[in-house]
């Protein structure tokens, strides 16, 4: 184990992991890993080039050669850059996230992608936010979690989120869209999304988020980290 401690939180999307992850990492002053972004920008990548998703040996060569620049904005939002491109919005869509869930069942992305992440590990620590971060890029990590919540609830979250940004959708697709992902992220051959056998898992359902982070702080205070 390395010098640089690293928490995890891992967890199907809409779990509310991000939104803990952001929160630990500026309690903490910590680093961030938002790890679906690199598969997120990989999928746009594709888009932009003009590769198919499902193209194996061309996808990995991109993962390879992955062009990208992530920037804070003034408003604290990130901005992601592919060769110069802004990709931030269009990977953030329902269309990004099955590009990224597509191009992260291909063992080669995975591969590519695994140095990168783990030259977040810097001091004085890293939290790192993903669905085999516990599993596979961060294994020894010291403290792991694993966020989950029924789909119901989290393509109801995410409903909301798109209705409040003006956006037009429909929740049973919604549904569909999250029940469709889990199944591809929980079936891969690959790091499937799984909790670490040394996990906490912390079921959001019917929890607000402002309960599941002091649970999640108490367990950081335990084990010293504050
Ligand atoms: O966390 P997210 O919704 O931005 O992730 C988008 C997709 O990327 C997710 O459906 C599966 C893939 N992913 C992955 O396979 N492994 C990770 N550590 C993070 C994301």
Redesign the pocket.
Known sequence: MTSVPVITV?G???AG??TISHMLADRLGWHLL???????VT?QACVIEGISWTDHSAVAEIARHLDVKFTLADSGEMLVEYKGVDVSAA??TEE???G??T???IPAV?EALLAR?RDFMQPPGLVA?????GT??FHDAPLKFFLTASASERAERRYKQLIAKGESVSLPRLLADIQE?DE??SN?AI?P?VPAEDAIVIDSSDTPIAEVFERVLLEVKNRGFI
């Open positions: 891992d199907p999307s809409g992991k991000g938002d790890s679906g972004a690199l598969y997120r999928g990977m953030r990004g996230g099955r990224a869930s191009v992260a069942t995975r992440q936010d993903g669905r085999d971060m596979v890029v992902r591809r992220d891969r790091a999304l």
